[in-house]
């Protein structure tokens, strides 16, 4: 009996004992979507209750490394287009086409803290965090919505342009996508608390759902996603600046 409890705890040790960047790199390496496209609506509620809505189409592979989004609702949003290319060393490319100015805008490295139009969500937010350009510090386990769940402290390292101090993520144990997260400014002050809800689509965790609201500005943004393809191929030349002033067939 003692040798059979001791061959137990020699086989659980290695999860039991998983550093927060273990964890991290898990989720880094979970299996993604190499083409994911969907139709996206984010309601924006204010502090006095009144709501905005916005629709796009959204065209993305290799779990969002490229995204490009069109802007189809309201009429005073149409036409406008996002571009994203991320890449594992130097800063992210983003663009916006503004087709009242008929031009592009590069989204700066300064202006990655800045609201995407008018949204909860940052430019910041909508990249891919770099596994090695954050610290991964693992807090106690903790259970949400009956959901076992890792919490990790992430913190950027180094020079890393970041609008944040740390995020707090609650990470579901079993499928390793984030649950909730709670974000800080840089002086340490919550602002941003998160919930996600995801679906199981030919094998892979997709968003479904995102919840945002900014505690300090009492405002809030909720994001649906409908219409989901995954790995229906996507023609690579999409991803370019050239693409933004080109509006998909609905």
């Not at 300090?216 to 191929?233: G, M, R």
Request: net charge positive; proline share 3%; charged share 30%.
């Amino acid at each position: 009996m003692r040798s059979f409890i001791i061959a137990i705890i020699i086989c659980f040790s290695p999860i039991l004992s998983q550093t927060g960047y273990e964890i991290a790199k898990r989720v880094d390496e979970k299996p993604k979507p190499r083409f994911l496209s969907n139709k996206i609506e984010m309601v924006l509620k204010n502090s006095r209750d009144k709501t905005r809505t916005k629709q796009m189409i959204s065209k993305s592979m290799n779990g969002g490394e490229k995204q490009i989004m069109w802007f189809l609702k309201p009429k005073t949003d149409y036409g406008v287009s996002f571009l994203k290319i991320e890449h594992d060393k130097g800063q992210d490319e983003m663009r916006i086409w503004l087709p009242n100015f008929g031009r592009v805008r590069r989204i700066s490295s300064k202006k990655k803290g800045d609201s995407f139009m008018g949204s909860d969500l940052s430019y910041e937010d909508l990249s891919n965090r770099n596994l090695n350009e954050n610290k991964y510090i693992r807090l106690e386990d903790e259970t949400v919505d009956e959901i076992n769940c890792y919490v990790l402290e992430i913190r950027p390292i180094g020079n890393i342009k970041t609008s944040y101090s740390k995020h707090i993520s609650w990470i579901n144990k079993s499928t390793l996508v984030t649950k909730k997260e709670k974000s800080y400014d840089k002086k340490g002050n919550l602002i941003k608390d998160k919930s996600f809800d995801y679906i199981f689509v030919e094998g892979y965790s997709v968003l479904n759902y995102v919840f945002i609201k900014n505690v300090q500005k009492n405002h809030t943004t909720q994001v649906y996603f409908s219409e989901i393809v995954l790995n229906s191929k996507i023609d690579e030349d999409i991803f370019n600046e050239k693409s933004l002033q080109n509006m998909p067939v609905d």
